[in-house]
């Protein structure tokens, strides 16, 4: 079986996701490829193809083949209430919090995405209908079903249930919240109408806005890291600014810090986090404006300048270079004699960042600014040094600007230890999604042989049951075979009787010295005599009802179909002569004459008789 590791292999299973998308829609793009190709080759081995090449030929010829592949393709593995301690936390804390935020007659906006054959949904409405009584629910909450699986979608449109899938709703809830149909039972009709289903792939479809709950449960976890990404931030945008999100055992939000607040993280409920803009101003209160003046610490403040641990200096307000740390002079290979330099001259001011521009805007908005993970090589040949600068306006106490400190911390380490973390928290998702995987994958399966189970004990009450009827056929058997004694004996004289009959007719055969076959009206064989099977080879057994002018041997069989036909055609001769060349079994060649002779019943011809004789042997025995 293809393993999908090779470039040519990896290229064959990409053109098949292209298939699937040119032709039904389906975009996988953004799914993790070991997944998919996991579950696509499963598909494979079920059909017996080898390689994806195979199997997209597959698919071009036969259509009903893509049910089958997304049915294994898109996991729809759901139930109601999944993970009972999540949901108690939705309808202890989320949905009061939800209703709390939401003033006087406000809307409620609810998404379920990925939302399969429905349970989650309808386990949602149930909770707000619990939570606000069914007419308010009626009248405020709207439910949003989505998933790319329209198979799926119908199920949940129609919300019929087995009574193995209720299995898990709280007996007070599916009484109040469901109705018989048949051996099943159906979500209220009533109460449905606030549910709405739809195709949506959270990939490439626009997503619904304004949601107040989005929950989406096991889902992310097929797709890649960017897919991830892409659909973490429309999720965002969907909900609303005091909405939460609801994500399945499978998945985290690491990787999106900026976007969602843990709300619950043990059992993955995350609240949205409102955007800031990303720079903000650095002279904020608690942070005051830095001042330079005269007075009895001046000498103080100018050794503490030279001595700080980051490389700072320091531009007055005629653009000049007024002051320079130790450390600036050794990171910076600034001198003494560069300061009361025009800075604009100096190649710091636009190398590593571009300062000049800074500056102007720094003093214009009295404002500071920072520019992080500057790039900067002290020499060709060592690796490049990363550094935050920032930009800070200096004004004495009477407000008046005197200058622009400039500060360059050296971030190297932490921005290494920052990507060393973020890789090592991308492996982690990576393996624990990995993992959640197979767990559902293992999930499935289980259900599928709980399925299996509780079949094979259906079956086995069935096989009781017959059990049970058989012993009365058995009981009645044995009373009737008292009676069967008496029917043997006398079938036991009879099959004496015919047993004499047939050795009878069949010494009378062999006495005949020839080949002889019976035939019926249909031609069909009835009777082969032992020198029959001697000449052709052809055991009785072997052509017992078979079409006798269909028989593969030696004789000329087509040479006898119309005297055959004219012996048993109704008035018509009752014998007929042919001579005809035949070989028989042993390959020799012979001229046989085969003498037909009507069978008859009265006046009904119901087959014919054919002796064959060998010309050559009798006329030899004639001399």
């Known amino acids: 079986m293809d393993d999908g590791t090779s470039p040519e292999h990896a290229a064959e299973f990409e053109e098949l996701l292209g298939v699937l998308k040119r032709s039904r829609g389906f975009d996988f793009t953004g799914y993790k490829r070991a997944s998919l190709m996991r579950r696509v080759r499963h598909r494979m081995a079920e059909v017996g193809d080898e390689t994806f090449a195979q199997y997209v030929d597959r698919l071009e010829l036969h259509a009903e083949e893509f049910t089958a592949l997304f049915d294994t393709m898109l996991i729809n593995l759901t139930g109601f209430f999944r993970d009972a301690p999540a949901w108690e936390q939705i309808a202890k804390r989320v949905i009061p919090a939800i209703l709390e935020s939401k003033a006087g007659e406000a809307s409620i906006r609810i998404w379920s995405a990925g939302c399969a054959s429905g349970e989650e949904v309808y386990s949602l409405a149930m909770l707000f209908a619990e939570a606000l009584g069914e007419t308010e629910f009626r009248r405020r909450v709207k439910l949003y079903a989505t998933d790319v699986d329209e198979g799926a979608l119908a199920k949940a449109r129609a919300a019929v249930y087995t009574e193995r899938q209720l299995r898990s709703v709280p007996p007070e809830l599916l009484e109040k919240y469901f109705e018989p149909l048949g051996p099943n039972r159906v979500f209220r009709r009533d109460l449905r109408r606030s549910v709405i289903c739809g195709r949506n792939d959270l990939t490439t479809d626009a997503p619904i806005s304004r949601v107040d709950l989005l929950v989406c449960r096991n889902t992310l976890m097929y797709f890649t890291a960017e897919a991830q990404g892409r659909i973490m931030r429309r999720f965002h945008f969907a909900l609303s600014d005091a909405g939460f999100l609801f994500l399945g055992r499978a998945e985290m939000v690491l990787a999106h810090a900026e976007l969602f607040l843990p709300f619950d993280l ?36 100018v050794a503490a300048f030279a001595a700080a641990p980051t490389a700072q200096i320091v531009v007055d307000p005629a653009g000049r270079l007024a002051m320079v740390n130790l450390r600036a002079e050794s990171l910076l290979k600034l001198h003494s004699r560069d300061l009361g330099r025009v800075f604009h001259d100096l190649e710091l001011s636009y190398r590593p960042v571009e300062l000049r521009s800074l500056i102007e805007q720094v003093l214009a908005d009295r404002t500071a600014t920072e520019v992080t993970e500057v790039e900067w090589f002290q020499a060709p040949e060592q690796p490049p040094m990363y550094l935050q600068v920032t930009v800070t306006p200096l004004s004495a106490p009477d407000s008046s600007p005197v200058g622009v400190a400039i500060n360059f911390v050296d971030i190297t380490e932490q921005r290494r230890l920052r990507k060393e973390l973020q890789a090592a928290h991308r492996e982690v998702e990576r393996a624990y999604e990995e993992l959640q995987s197979t767990n559902e994958e293992l999930e499935t399966t289980n259900e599928e042989l709980q399925s299996t189970i509780e079949e094979l004990q259906t079956t086995n009450e069935e096989l009781h049951s017959t059990n049970e009827e ?16 008496t029917l043997n004996d006398e079938w036991e004289l009879r099959t004496g009787e015919l047993n004499q009959t047939s050795a009878f007719l069949q010494n009378v055969l062999s006495g005949l010295g020839k080949a002889v076959i019976v035939v019926d009206g249909e031609l069909k064989v009835h ?12 055991r009785a057994d072997e052509v017992e009802n078979e079409d006798f002018l269909g028989l593969d041997m030696g004789l000329p069989v087509k040479r006898l179909a119309t005297p055959l036909r004219q012996v048993l055609g109704a008035g018509s001769a009752r014998m007929a002569e042919v001579e005809v060349d035949a070989v028989n079994r042993r390959g020799r060649s012979m001229r046989l004459v085969v003498q037909l002779c009507q069978l008859r019943d009265g006046a009904t011809v119901n087959g014919a008789i054919l002796l064959m004789n060998d010309v050559l042997q009798d006329g030899a025995r004639a001399r």
């Open 266 to 301: 043990p059992n993955r409920l995350f609240e949205k986090l409102l955007l800031t803009p990303a720079r903000l101003p650095l002279d904020r209160p608690g942070r005051p404006p830095v001042a330079l003046g005269g007075g009895s610490d001046s000498a103080i403040g």
């Open 527 to 538: 009777a082969w005599s032992a020198s029959a099977e001697e000449l052709w080879g052809l």
């Open 470 to 485: 058989l012993e009365c056929m058995n009981q009645e058997l044995t009373s009737a075979n008292d009676g069967l004694h």
